[in-house]
């Protein structure tokens, strides 16, 4: 049940980045979606969208891998 749970909660932010990043290629090509007013808003939020994303899946799998003590010198807390 715990990894069921997990992979919720790794789900939501990756269906994040990857709305980011398409809106971010929508951007590129001139499409612009219908809650942004400029194609510059609509990159920005792609970008913000991307990065907070992936930056919660990095730091659940870095917090993951320091209990297991699978990461090298510079990643272990002090």
Do not use: E
Not at 60 to 77: A, G, S, T, W
């Amino acid at each position: 049940m715990g990894r069921v749970i997990a992979l919720i909660i790794l789900l939501i932010p990756g269906v994040l980045a990857g709305y980011g990043i398409k809106l971010m290629r929508d951007m590129l090509f001139g499409v612009l979606n219908p809650p942004f007013g400029y194609l510059w808003l609509q990159f920005l939020s792609g970008l913000i969208f991307f990065v907070l994303g992936l930056g919660f899946i990095a730091g659940f799998i870095l917090h993951r891998d320091r209990k297991k003590n699978n990461v090298q010198d510079r990643f272990k807390k002090r």
